[in-house]
């Protein structure tokens, strides 16, 4: 009779593992809201200097300005809630939300390294095809793209919702400071292997097949390289660098969290386990343009008229 009282068990509210932060609780506000401000102002300006220069307007710029925006939505399903709840005695989200931050956050992820596949492709056409580049790249097969790198990741990541949605809950304390899916579907009480075997194959067509289609991208890349002259290698070295930077920088910190969650050292206090767990949401939406920002030079210029722009044409103004 327990067991079946457990088994039909559904809250409406699921409680977060903030640690021992109460003490400080408005301390970590301010600097998640600092975060959360330097995030949207370090994207919102390679988005806002993409679209706002024409001669930017091309595929290699659209699909960073994507990523960019990949970025503010992911901390936004992040974020947002965080500073809600700092400010709360019991650290808490209804299930209803907690899911709706599951679709957010995984498929931030899930897209992240879609969009990435996209500007792998975009640099093997741009290298080993130069001539028919303008030809293959038009701005419909880069919408076509984008919205592939979209579509694919969230009908994924909807099955997986759809699947934990259905399983019948027994406990309410969610390990992390945000909702994962894996942290849900270990709350139920009854028998996972279909959630399991799905989330293994969601996680495989997300990340495994698309770091395989960059590797192979770089891999034709390198083999073109090796017989193309030194100017052709530094071209490519300057354009392929951010992307890597990007792909090593976002694959470590999925990874890094992938095995704190699954292999939690014990030696480490449950306060630091829990913002470290935290680098993927955080650390890519603001390394993204910095990196884009400092080593692309048409972004780096541009940025530089966007910001100070009108201040330098009002000074030319007083001179003459």
């Known amino acids: 009779m327990l067991l079946l009282e457990n088994i039909t068990f559904s809250p409406s509210v699921l409680t977060l593992n903030f640690g021992e932060l109460t003490p400080v609780k408005y301390f970590y506000w301010v600097l998640a809201l600092m975060g959360y401000i330097l995030i949207i102002f370090l994207n919102g300006v390679v988005i806002g200097t993409v679209w706002h220069h024409k001669s930017l307007q091309e595929p290699m710029y659209i699909f960073i300005s994507a990523l960019c ?3 503010l939505y992911g901390s936004s399903a992040f974020f947002l809630n965080i500073l809600i709840n700092l400010l709360q005695k019991n650290p808490s989200i209804s299930y209803i939300s907690c899911l709706v931050q599951i679709f957010g956050i995984h ?3 899930a897209c992240e390294m879609t969009i990435l596949t996209s500007m792998a492709y975009d640099r093997y056409v741009s290298i080993c095809n130069p001539l028919q580049y303008n030809m293959i790249m038009t701005l419909s097969t880069v919408f076509k793209l984008l919205l592939a790198a979209w579509l694919y990741p969230s009908t994924l990541i909807s099955i997986l919702i759809i699947l934990t949605a259905r399983l019948p809950l027994c406990g309410t304390n969610i390990v992390k ?3 994962d899916n894996w942290s849900v579907v270990r709350l139920s009480c009854v028998d996972t292997s279909v959630n399991n075997v799905y989330g293994l194959f969601a996680t495989a067509a ?6 395989l289609l960059i590797a192979y991208s770089y891999f034709k890349i390198i083999m073109v390289c090796m017989k193309s002259s030194k100017d052709t290698k530094e ?3 300057q354009t392929c660098t951010p992307h890597l930077i990007t792909i090593v920088n976002f694959l470590i910190d999925v990874l890094f ?3 704190l969650y699954r292999f939690p050292p014990t030696n480490l206090p449950s306060e630091l386990r829990v913002f470290m767990s ?3 949401l955080v650390v890519p939406p603001i390394l993204n343009p910095v990196i884009y920002g400092l080593k692309m030079r048409a972004i780096k210029s541009k940025v530089k008229q966007l910001l100070l722009g009108k201040g330098i044409k009002i000074q030319d103004k007083v001179i003459q």
């Open 69 to 71: 925006m990949n970025g």
């Open 107 to 109: 498929t931030y992820g």
């Open 177 to 179: 400071m945000y909702c």
């Open 206 to 211: 997300m990340l495994v097949l698309t770091a």
């Open 235 to 237: 071209k490519a070295l």
């Open 257 to 259: 969290e992938i095995l």
């Open 278 to 280: 935290l680098q993927f």
